[in-house]
């Protein structure tokens, strides 16, 4: 069974910086492209940053320019590097399939809450 193993989270500043990472079991790499995804208190999950198994990537408009997503297929592991944070990036942050159809059992995910 595929597993979704999230880790980087932690208390920031606004402004400061973080980096997550996703460590995938099973075919999960082999797929196809593989995203990042938040959930904020009282609100839906939503995709934030995907990336295809070329290294093609895409960006939810409010990270755009602050967000990197990156993959090592090596180590089926996928990272997200958040700078500027802002208040509004406080989340728990999931990893998974970009695509609904190869969504697999979400991972615990890793909290990030931005604050001064």
Known sequence: QVQLVESGGGLVQPGGSLRLSCV????????????????????QRELVAAITTRGSTHYEESVKGRFTISRDNAKNTLYLQLNSLKSEDTAVYYCNADQTIFLRPWGQGTQVIVSS
Do not use: L, V
């Open 24 to 43: 995938t079991s099973g075919d999960m790499f082999s797929i196809g492209g593989m995203g990042w995804y938040r959930q904020a208190p009282g609100k």
